[in-house]
């Protein structure tokens, strides 16, 4: 599944490319696309504006205006936007009009310019598209079906010393809770475990042991991680994750731990173990990441 990075990387492209375009029409090609959508997303979107991209944590919208582009700034802020949530599979894609329908095209939307269209697929259908009401939040509005989604650690509206405090209440291991969208959002599998081994810290160390200069430490890392993956355009294992151009990124071969069991750890040369974790896996390194006595699942 994409985590923050290769999201922030879409975001980037539909900020370039979608942002300020005016919907001419859009198709929907397969009903689970929009199947949390409330009414015909087709009606909702033409005629529309995205005012610009957004993103917080895994999630992306555009937040749409009536009409055109604005004349100006002072316009208030728009009242709903389309959100999208790329799933196992999902691609925003900006492709010629006339280009080759892809096989698992799901939606598409063109634009009264005439240019590139915007075409949404998904093989394993698990993402979604809809047009939902936005809310005001602590520092800035976001949609209503992702207000308990909590700040990513990329965001300013992330606040590093509640991060600590809910952390240390959760009493679970510390994998588990970095997994946590309502503790913190963006954060999946691949960069928990970079950021794990970067901190030393084995996924099942109890978050109540924590001291705050670990956790800063922590924090640290996972910003580290994340901003040097998305520096190299987000972490590629297959075809399915691209940006909007339909390019791979290519951070997996800067990768740690993750994906390399019985590698050499590439700071001490121990081999990388694989352990199971919540029906997936987990990748450290038994010398710099020992497995403590109090391990929680």
């Known amino acids: 599944m994409p985590e923050l990075p290769e999201v922030e990387v879409v975001r980037r492209g539909l900020e370039s490319w979608v942002a300020g375009r005016t919907v001419a029409a859009a198709e929907v090609l397969h009903p689970r696309a929009v199947r949390r959508n409330a009414g015909d997303l087709p009606a909702q979107l033409k005629g529309r504006t995205p005012a610009?991209?957004?993103?917080?944590?895994?999630?992306?919208?555009?937040?749409?205006?009536?009409?055109?582009?604005?004349?100006?700034?002072?316009?208030?802020?728009?009242?709903?936007?389309?959100?999208?949530?790329?799933?196992?599979?999902?691609?925003?894609?900006?492709?010629?009009?006339?280009?080759?329908?892809?096989?698992?095209?799901?939606?598409?939307?063109?634009?009264?310019?005439?240019?590139?269209?915007?075409?949404?697929?998904?093989?394993?259908?698990?993402?979604?598209l809809l047009v939902a009401p936005m809310t005001s939040g602590p520092a800035r509005p976001v949609p209503e079906p992702i207000a308990h989604i909590a700040p990513d650690p990329l965001e300013a509206a992330f606040d590093d010393e509640r991060?600590?405090?809910?952390?240390?209440?959760?009493?679970?291991?510390?994998?588990?809770?970095?997994?946590?969208?309502?503790?913190?959002?963006?954060?999946?599998?691949?960069?928990?475990?970079?950021?794990?081994?970067?901190?030393?810290?084995?996924w099942a160390r109890p978050t109540e042991t924590l001291t705050r200069p670990k956790i800063a430490e922590l924090l640290a890392e996972v910003r580290a991680v994340m901003t040097e993956?998305?520096?190299?355009?987000?972490?590629?294992?297959?075809?399915?994750?691209?940006?909007?151009?339909?390019?791979?990124?290519?951070?997996?071969?800067?990768?740690?731990?993750?994906?390399?069991?019985?590698?050499p750890c590439r700071r001490c040369g121990t081999p990388i173990r694989r352990e199971a974790f919540m029906n997936r896996s987990s990748y450290s390194c038994p010398k710099c990441q020992p497995r403590p006595r109090n391990a929680r699942p």
Not at 97 to 119: A, N, W, Y
Not at 229 to 251: I, K, W
Request: zero cysteines.
């Open 163 to 202: 991060f600590a405090e809910r952390l240390r209440l959760r009493r679970t291991g510390i994998k588990r809770a970095l997994l946590d969208q309502s503790l913190i959002s963006g954060v999946g599998n691949i960069y928990a475990d970079e950021a794990l081994w970067r901190a030393r810290l084995h």
């Open 229 to 263: 993956a998305l520096e190299q355009g987000g972490t590629s294992f297959d075809s399915l994750y691209v940006n909007v151009n339909g390019e791979s990124g290519y951070f997996d071969r800067s990768l740690a731990v993750y994906g390399r069991r019985d590698e």
């Open 52 to 128: 610009s991209a957004e993103r917080r944590g895994k999630y992306l919208w555009l937040p749409l205006r009536d009409g055109g582009p604005a004349e100006g700034p002072g316009e208030e802020e728009p009242g709903e936007a389309l959100v999208a949530h790329l799933g196992m599979s999902g691609q925003l894609l900006v492709v010629d009009p006339l280009s080759p329908i892809e096989k698992h095209l799901r939606v598409r939307m063109g634009f009264t310019d005439g240019g590139p269209e915007l075409r949404f697929v998904d093989q394993r259908t698990f993402g979604h």
